[in-house]
């Protein structure tokens, strides 16, 4: 009697060792939530998570308690993870993700609830990406505009770094949600992102299905946080890093290891990007390097962790710096941070950055900035463009995303003066005599004079440059970290009031109707 008792007990001590050990670590990915939104067709969505070595986990999709796909997977023993493509689905739902682990006769399951298919982008950067809806302009009646966009969902990383990749996110602050007033505007530089959720507003009036947001940004950090040490070493980015940089974490991809890479098994529609404050003054010069290789790196490391469901070129947008008032020794920091933006190119798509589209805001500065000049509060301005971007590049809409540059550049040095030729119409604002400048030279030495603007029509615009009496050799438009008061630049669009971006472009024949070259 004795002795079956204690065989008894040793089976069931071994059954329970063993139930234990297949419910130890079985879940999803962190992410992976109620109120989650998946990304549509025509790519399948990734649901992944951990397991029990070799166990067999069955990941069904229901809608009404109906199951209507169902995907089986094994654990997979060097990681203990599992992954499961979904079959392309139309946007909408709700539906139920139920994921089943079975190993022997032992099963478990995990549930996540009032799951939608969509667009899912993803929103980094520093501080004015991580600014959030309760420190913008009109700030009440943005928190309070929520009911219409219950389809809109949001997530926020939390702030964290980490030395080496790591597999998952650490932590999240705000779990997918469907949007309040009190998770828009938790508090400042907290969540929601201002600009990520405006952004996800816009496209959502737009496309009228859901939208998934999160947001993974963190203040005070330079791109080389955000950044590979794959990427990082192409750009022969020095590895050493000023102790008294930033306020926020600086070293080579600490944000990249800890708040991008868990995040690349997800199936994204897009990217949008708010950063570069933080390199005005620390590597600069290889930023024209820096950020489109982050955007080639990024987008080969999700399309590989999402098996191909993330399109390899997947669209990517960014902001192209306001103004700030900071140091004169800096004057040109700004200005040539915002240029590297385009890898010196002055407009986006280009050769270097395809797929790729940019809100310009140098006319959107804040000079009565609670939060500093730095942290301009017209966050919906800034959203509209980059939504504007989106429709032409991710859409393919036909609309107006950006403002206009000069197509031709013509020295008229008899007439003492320099036609400009825009690829679009322009709309003149008002004259400005000094954010136009050409560069005079003579015997090698040059200096910068103010081209005052003359004449224009509906698509040129001609310049006096009559106080240079040497030789044009460069020309540059808004080449200051203050152009202009807020929407006062002298140039936008008529239709779309799209301000004309900066950009500097050399004259190196400088003879009657000579054609210039934007300056690369």
Same mark, same amino acid.
């Given at each position: %009697?004795?002795?079956?008792?204690?065989?008894?007990?040793?089976?069931?001590?071994?059954?329970?060792?063993?139930?234990?050990?297949?419910? !130890?670590?079985?879940?999803?990915?962190?992410?992976?939530?109620?109120? #989650?939104?998946?990304?549509?067709?025509?790519?399948?969505?990734?649901?992944?998570?951990?397991?029990?070595?070799?166990?067999?986990?069955?990941?069904?999709?229901?809608?009404?308690?109906?199951?209507? #796909?169902?995907?089986?997977?094994?654990?997979?023993?060097?990681?203990?993870?599992?992954?499961?493509?979904?079959?392309? =689905?139309?946007?909408?739902?709700?539906?139920?993700? =139920?994921?089943?682990?079975?190993?022997?006769?032992?099963?478990?399951?995990?549930?996540?609830?009032?799951?939608?298919?969509?667009?899912?982008?993803?929103?980094?950067?520093?501080?004015?990406? $991580? %600014?959030?809806?309760?420190?913008?302009?009109?700030?009440?009646?943005?928190?309070?505009?929520?009911?219409?966009?219950?389809?809109?969902?949001?997530?926020?990383?939390?702030? *964290?770094?980490?030395?080496?990749?790591?597999?998952?996110?650490?932590?999240?602050?705000?779990?997918?949600?469907?949007?309040?007033? $009190?998770?828009?505007?938790?508090?400042?530089?907290?969540?929601?992102?201002?600009?990520?959720?405006?952004?996800?507003?816009?496209?959502?009036?737009?496309?009228?299905?859901?939208?998934?947001?999160?947001?993974?940004?963190?203040?005070?950090?330079?791109?080389?946080?955000?950044?590979?040490?794959?990427?990082?070493?192409?750009?022969?980015?020095?590895?050493? #890093?000023?102790?008294?940089?930033?306020?926020?974490?600086?070293?080579?991809?600490?944000?990249?290891?800890?708040?991008?890479?868990?995040?690349?098994? #997800?199936?994204?529609?897009? !990217?949008?990007?708010?950063?570069?404050?933080?390199?005005?003054?620390?590597?600069?010069?290889?930023?024209?390097?820096?950020?489109?290789?982050?955007?080639?790196?990024?987008?080969? @490391?999700?399309?590989?962790?999402?098996?191909?469901?993330?399109?390899?070129?997947?669209?990517?947008?960014?902001?192209?710096?306001?103004?700030?008032?900071?140091?004169?020794?800096?004057?040109?920091?700004?200005?040539?941070?915002?240029?590297?933006?385009?890898?010196?190119?002055?407009?986006?798509?280009?050769?270097?950055?395809?797929?790729?589209?940019?809100?310009?805001?140098?006319?959107?500065?804040?000079?009565?900035?609670?939060?500093?000049?730095?942290?301009?509060?017209?966050?919906?301005?800034?959203?509209?463009?980059?939504?504007?971007?989106?429709?032409?590049?991710?859409?393919?809409?036909?609309?107006?995303?950006?403002?206009?540059?000069?197509?031709?550049?013509?020295?008229?040095?008899? *007439?003492?003066?320099?036609?400009?030729?825009?690829?679009?119409?322009?709309? !003149?604002?008002?004259?400005?005599?000094?954010?136009?400048?050409?560069?005079?030279?003579?015997?090698?030495?040059? $200096?910068?004079?103010?081209?005052?603007?003359?004449?224009?029509?509906?698509?040129?615009?001609?310049?006096?440059?009559?106080?240079?009496?040497?030789?044009?050799?460069?020309?540059?438009?808004?080449?200051?970290?203050?152009?202009?008061?807020?929407?006062?630049?002298?140039?936008?669009?008529?239709?779309?009031?799209?301000?004309?971006?900066?950009?500097?472009?050399?004259? @190196?024949?400088?003879?009657?109707?000579?054609?210039?070259?934007?300056?690369?």
């Amino acid at each position: %009697m004795i002795a079956s008792e204690f065989v008894l007990g040793l089976v069931l001590r071994l059954f329970l060792q063993a139930h234990v050990s297949a419910d !130890v670590g079985f879940r999803f990915a962190s992410y992976i939530d109620d109120y #989650m939104v998946l990304q549509k067709e025509p790519a399948g969505a990734v649901i992944w998570g951990y397991g029990a070595p070799r166990a067999t986990v069955t990941v069904t999709l229901c809608r009404d308690q109906e199951p209507i #796909m169902k995907k089986v997977t094994s654990v997979k023993a060097d990681s203990n993870t599992w992954t499961v493509v979904l079959d392309p =689905m139309k946007p909408g739902g709700p539906y139920e993700v =139920m994921a089943q682990q079975t190993l022997g006769r032992i099963n478990f399951t995990q549930r996540v609830h009032d799951v939608l298919f969509g667009d899912v982008w993803l929103c980094s950067g520093q501080s004015n990406m $991580k %600014m959030t809806v309760s420190q913008v302009f009109n700030a009440t009646g943005e928190l309070s505009n929520t009911a219409a966009y219950q389809s809109v969902r949001i997530l926020s990383v939390s702030s *964290t770094q980490a030395q080496q990749e790591l597999e998952d996110l650490a932590k999240v602050d705000l779990r997918w949600s469907k949007p309040t007033s $009190k998770n828009l505007g938790h508090g400042n530089f907290t969540y929601m992102s201002a600009v990520c959720w405006l952004f996800g507003r816009f496209l959502y009036d737009t496309l009228r299905y859901p939208v998934g947001l999160l947001s993974s940004s963190w203040n005070g950090t330079p791109i080389e946080a955000w950044s590979s040490r794959r990427s990082l070493e192409a750009c022969g980015v020095p590895r050493s #890093m000023p102790s008294d940089l930033q306020f926020g974490p600086s070293a080579h991809s600490v944000l990249w290891n800890a708040m991008i890479h868990p995040l690349r098994n #997800m199936t994204l529609k897009g !990217v949008i990007w708010y950063q570069g404050e933080s390199n005005v003054n620390f590597n600069r010069d290889l930023y024209n390097c820096t950020f489109p290789l982050l955007i080639d790196d990024w987008r080969q @490391t999700f399309h590989d962790g999402s098996q191909g469901q993330t399109e390899r070129l997947f669209p990517f947008g960014f902001v192209q710096l306001s103004s700030y008032l900071f140091d004169e020794a800096l004057d040109d920091g700004l200005p040539q941070i915002r240029w590297h933006q385009t890898a010196d190119f002055g407009y986006v798509p280009n050769q270097r950055m395809p797929n790729t589209f940019m809100a310009a805001s140098v006319d959107l500065c804040d000079r009565n900035s609670p939060f500093g000049s730095i942290h301009p509060r017209d966050k919906q301005t800034v959203a509209y463009r980059l939504h504007l971007g989106a429709r032409a590049l991710a859409y393919g809409e036909k609309l107006i995303f950006q403002g206009p540059l000069p197509q031709k550049i013509e020295l008229l040095a008899d *007439t003492g003066l320099i036609n400009l030729t825009y690829s679009q119409p322009i709309k !003149v604002q008002r004259r400005d005599d000094k954010i136009f400048e050409v560069s005079c030279c003579s015997d090698h030495q040059c $200096k910068w004079l103010p081209a005052p603007m003359d004449t224009f029509s509906t698509q040129t615009l001609a310049l006096n440059i009559t106080s240079c009496h040497d030789t044009p050799a460069a020309l540059r438009y808004a080449w200051t970290p203050w152009p202009c008061e807020y929407k006062q630049c002298p140039l936008y669009h008529p239709t779309s009031t799209l301000p004309a971006p900066p950009f500097i472009a050399l004259i @190196t024949n400088p003879s009657p109707g000579y054609r210039s070259r934007t300056a690369k």
